[in-house]
C-alpha cells in the first residue's frame, strides 16, 4: 500500500472531479481515490504492484491530463 | 515539487484561457445580440429572416465549435462514454439550438440558433468568473507554495556564495542578513537576532534567536547576521511538511458533502433524462415543436451540479487557508464537523499545558548536595523524560561530571533504576517506593509541600534507603490561563489529564482554571481515560502528539501541538503550528465558521436546482436566462466561501 499524488490539468467543474474518481477506481491496484477540484490533485491509494500509466490512460480517457506523479 | 516565480499554475492558465475564449466569443456574440434583439423587441430587421438565420448561423459557428470546442468535445465524449459531465449538458443545449437554425430553412422549427451562441458565451463568462474566485478561494495555500526561499548564502572557507536552494546541503553553513529569510530548517551556530514566525506559526511576536537556537525555513531575520547550519532541506522541512498536510486535506471529505457528492454522480444523466422528457410532455401538451425544443434546452442548460460539488471543498480550502495563516492547520475535513458536537475538551499536561521543560527548583537531602546531585543526574541522564532532563540540565549548570550506569531500567510511569559504583539506585515517585518497600516517611510533609505547589517530586534512595527528594517545576505557559477561560465562556467542559500525582496535578490545574483532572494516569492509559469521557459527549483531546498519540486518534477530534521545529503529522486531525493554547480556541472558531459556510453553500445550492429545475420544466424561463442562471448560481456559491475570510478566528 502507498499514497500517489497526481496533478491533473483541465477539470473545471464537480462532475470532473467524480468522473476521475470513478475512471482510476476502475484501475486494478487502485484502493481509493479522492480528487480535490480545487487544488487539481488526485490522492490515489494503491497496491506496490499498480501500473502507473494506466492511471494516466484512465485519466486521460474522461478527458484530462496528468502532468505530475509525485509518490 | 519546486515553484519558481515564472511558472504559470494550473490555475492561472486555467483563468487565461477563459479570458481569451470570453473575449473572442462576445465579439461574435454581441452582434448576434443586437440582430436578434432588435428583431425581437422592436421588431426592427436588420436582415431578411432567411439572411438573419443564415448570419446568426455563420457568427454562432466559431463560438460553439472553435472557441468553444473543448466544452463540445469534452461533452460528447462524456455522453458516448457515460462519463457524463457539465459540459454534457451544455453541449447538447447549444448544438440543438444550433440546429434549429438549419432546420428552420426546411420549415420544421422556429430559428434557436441565436441562442446557441449566447449561452455558449454566458456558459464561458460564468466559468471565467468563477475561475477567479476559485483562485481566490485558493490564495493563501498558493502563498504557502511560494513561502520558500529560491536561494540561499552558504560559507564555504571565508567566502560566501549565493547557490540554489535545492543545492544546499545538511550540515551547510548559511548566511542570513537582516531582512532576509532564512532559506531552510537549521540551528544557529553563530550571531544573535530576532526572526518574524508568523508566516509560518501565527505567531505575530519576533523570536530571540542565538546560538543553538532552532530556527525555521522562510521565517525572515529582522535584525542580526545569523549563521545557520542547515539540518533539514528540501521535503523533510517545516514549511514542505505544512504545505504537504494542508494539501491532503483537500484530499479528505466533510461527511456532510457524502449526499451532495452522491447526486452529482447521477446529476447529469437524471437531468438529460428530465429535459427528454418535458421535451415529450410539452410536444404531447403543446403540439408545438419549437416550444418544445426551446424548453428542453432551458432545463438542460440551466441545472448545476457544479454549484453542488463546489459548495464543500472550496469553503474547506478557504478555511484551510485562513487557519495555515494562522498556524492552524486542519488535516481532516471531517473534523471541522466533528467539532461542532465537542464538549470536552481533554488536556495533556506537560507540553500543552506547560511549556514541557522543567526545571529543578528544590533539593533537599541528608547527604552532600553536590554528591546527591551527582547520583541522580547521573542515573537520569540515560533517560528521555522530561523530568529526568531537567535533574541532568542541573547538575551540567554546576559542571558536575557524571558517573557510570549499570544495569539501568526505565520503571515506566514510576520512576528509573541503575547501578552507581555497585550501590543500586532507585529515583522515581512514592508509588516506586512503595512497591520496593522503601521507607521515606521522613520526607512525607516536604513532598505534600512541594506537590500542593504545583512541583513534581522525586524520591531518591540508594540501597533502599532514602537520601533525598527533588522538586521538579514545569511553568504554564503565558495564555494558557486565558485560553482556557476562553474555551469556559464558551460552555465548555475542561480535563487535564497527568502522569502527575493528585496534588501536583491539582496545583498545575488551578494556576491554568481547570478545575477537572485526571491523576496519576499512566501514558499508555490515557487512550482508556478518553474512551470513558467520550461516554458523556464527544472529547477533543489536546496533546504534543507524540507520547499522545492513541489518545488523539481515539478522541473525536485530536488537536496535536506542534512544539519548535518538530511537527507531528501522524497523529491528530489539527495540528497547531506554534505550541500556544491560544490555537485551541482559534481552531474551533475556525472550524464552526468553515461548517457554517459548508452548509449555506450546501443549502444554497440545493435549493437552487430545487427552484430553477421546476421553473425551466414548466416553461417560464428563455434558455439564455437559464444559462445566467446556472452561471450565477456556482459563482455565487465560490464567492460565498471567500466571505470566509471577514470572520475573525
Known amino acids: ?67 505530475d506523479v509525485e509518490e | 515539487m519546486e515553484h519558481s516565480e515564472h511558472e504559470i499554475s494550473i490555475e492561472e492558465r486555467e483563468m487565461n484561457k477563459w479570458k481569451k475564449r470570453l473575449i473572442l466569443s462576445w465579439i461574435f456574440v454581441i452582434p448576434v445580440a443586437i440582430i436578434m434583439l432588435s428583431d425581437r423587441l422592436f421588431g426592427f430587421k436588420i436582415f431578411q429572416e432567411g439572411t438573419m438565420t443564415i448570419v446568426i448561423l455563420i457568427l454562432s459557428f466559431p463560438v460553439i465549435f472553435i472557441f468553444g470546442w473543448e466544452t463540445i468535445r469534452q461533452g460528447i465524449k462524456g455522453i458516448f462514454t457515460f462519463y457524463f459531465n457539465m459540459d454534457s449538458l451544455i453541449a447538447l443545449g447549444t448544438i440543438i439550438a444550433y440546429l434549429t437554425g438549419i432546420l428552420s430553412f426546411f420549415g420544421i422549427v422556429q430559428d434557436y440558433s441565436g441562442v446557441s451562441s449566447m449561452i455558449m458565451a454566458f456558459f464561458t463568462t460564468g466559468k471565467y468568473i468563477e475561475s477567479i474566485a476559485r483562485g481566490k478561494a485558493s490564495q493563501e495555500v498558493r502563498k504557502l507554495l511560494q513561502l520558500g526561499a529560491k536561494k540561499a548564502r552558504i560559507l564555504q572557507g571565508n567566502k560566501e556564495i549565493e547557490v540554489e536552494i535545492s543545492e544546499v546541503k545538511i550540515g551547510d553553513i548559511i548566511v542570513v542578513r537582516p531582512g532576509e529569510k532564512i532559506p531552510t530548517d537549521g540551528i544557529v551556530f553563530k550571531g544573535e537576532s530576532s526572526v518574524d514566525e508568523s508566516m509560518i506559526t501565527g505567531e505575530s511576536m519576533p523570536i530571540e534567536k542565538a546560538k543553538g537556537s532552532n530556527v525555521i525555513g522562510a521565517t525572515i531575520n529582522q535584525d542580526g547576521v545569523l549563521y545557520i547550519k542547515a539540518t533539514k532541506i528540501g521535503k523533510d522541512t517545516f514549511l514542505a511538511h505544512i504545505i504537504k498536510l494542508v494539501e491532503e486535506a483537500q484530499g479528505t471529505k466533510v461527511p456532510i458533502q457524502k449526499l451532495a457528492d452522491k ?114 543526574a547521573s542515573l537520569e541522564k540515560v533517560s528521555e523524560h522530561p523530568i529526568s532532563r531537567a535533574i541532568v540540565n542541573k547538575a551540567k549548570e554546576e559542571n558536575i561530571k557524571l558517573s557510570e550506569v549499570k544495569k539501568f531500567k526505565v520503571e515506566r510511569g514510576r520512576g528509573v533504576r541503575g547501578d552507581i559504583q555497585g550501590k543500586n539506585v532507585l529515583i522515581g515517585n512514592k508509588k516506586l517506593m512503595d512497591e520496593n518497600k522503601i521507607n521515606y516517611k521522613k520526607y512525607e510533609d516536604k513532598i505534600i509541600e512541594l506537590e500542593a505547589q504545583g512541583k513534581t517530586t522525586v524520591v531518591v534512595s540508594i540501597s533502599k534507603k532514602v537520601v533525598g527528594i527533588i522538586g521538579v517545576a514545569d511553568a504554564i505557559k503565558e495564555d494558557s490561563l486565558k485560553a482556557i477561560k476562553e474555551l469556559h465562556r464558551k460552555n465548555y467542559r475542561t480535563v487535564m489529564i497527568t502522569g502527575d500525582n493528585e496534588r501536583t496535578a491539582k496545583a498545575i490545574a488551578s494556576q491554568a482554571g481547570i478545575n477537572e483532572v485526571i491523576a496519576n494516569v499512566l501514558p499508555e492509559e490515557k487512550e482508556k481515560k478518553v474512551i470513558e469521557l467520550q461516554k458523556e459527549g464527544m472529547v477533543a483531546f489536546v496533546g504534543d502528539g507524540i507520547n499522545d498519540a492513541p489518545a488523539l486518534k481515539q478522541s473525536n477530534v485530536g488537536i496535536a501541538m506542534g512544539t519548535g521545529t518538530d511537527i507531528a503529522i501522524e497523529a491528530g486531525d489539527i495540528v497547531l503550528a506554534n505550541g500556544s493554547l491560544k490555537g485551541v480556541v482559534s481552531a474551533i472558531n475556525l472550524s464552526k465558521a468553515t461548517f457554517g459556510k459548508i452548509k449555506q453553500n450546501l443549502f444554497w445550492a440545493f435549493f437552487y436546482n430545487v427552484i430553477a429545475i421546476p421553473l425551466a420544466i414548466l416553461g417560464t424561463l428563455n434558455p439564455v436566462i437559464a444559462e445566467i442562471a446556472m452561471a450565477t448560481s456556482s459563482i455565487t456559491v465560490v464567492s460565498n466561501a471567500n466571505l470566509l475570510r471577514r470572520k475573525k478566528i
Not at chain 1, 481509493?32 to 484512465?58: C, G, R, W
Not at chain 2, 451540479?305 to 459548495?311: D, E, N, R, V
Not at chain 2, 473534523?335 to 533537599?364: H, L, N, Y
Open chain 1, 1 to 67: 500500500m502507498k499514497k500517489i499524488k497526481l496533478t491533473i490539468e483541465g477539470m473545471h467543474c464537480a462532475s470532473c472531479a467524480s468522473n476521475i474518481e470513478r475512471a482510476v477506481k476502475k484501475v486494478s491496484g487502485v484502493n481509493e481515490v479522492v480528487v480535490s477540484l480545487m487544488t487539481n490533485k488526485a490522492f490515489v491509494d494503491v497496491d506496490d504492484k499498480v501500473n502507473k500509466e494506466e492511471i494516466k490512460k484512465a485519466v486521460g480517457k474522461v478527458g484530462y491530463k496528468v502532468v
Open chain 2, 263 to 376: 447526486i452529482t454522480n447521477i446529476f447529469v444523466p437524471t437531468i438529460l433524462i428530465i429535459s427528454i422528457l418535458t421535451f415529450i410532455d410539452w410536444l404531447y401538451i403543446s403540439k408545438d415543436v419549437s416550444k418544445s425544443i426551446g424548453i428542453a434546452i432551458s432545463v438542460l442548460v440551466i441545472a448545476c451540479p457544479c454549484a453542488l460539488g463546489l459548495a464543500t471543498p472550496t469553503a474547506l480550502m478557504v478555511g484551510s487557508g485562513i487557519g495555515a495563516k494562522n498556524g492552524i492547520l486542519i488535516r481532516k475535513g471531517e473534523a471541522i464537523q466533528t467539532m461542532k458536537e465537542v464538549k470536552i475538551i481533554v488536556f495533556d499536561k506537560t507540553g500543552t499545558i506547560t511549556k514541557g521543560m522543567p526545571e529543578v527548583t528544590d533539593m533537599i537531602s541528608t547527604i552532600n548536595e553536590k554528591e546527591f546531585l551527582k547520583i541522580a
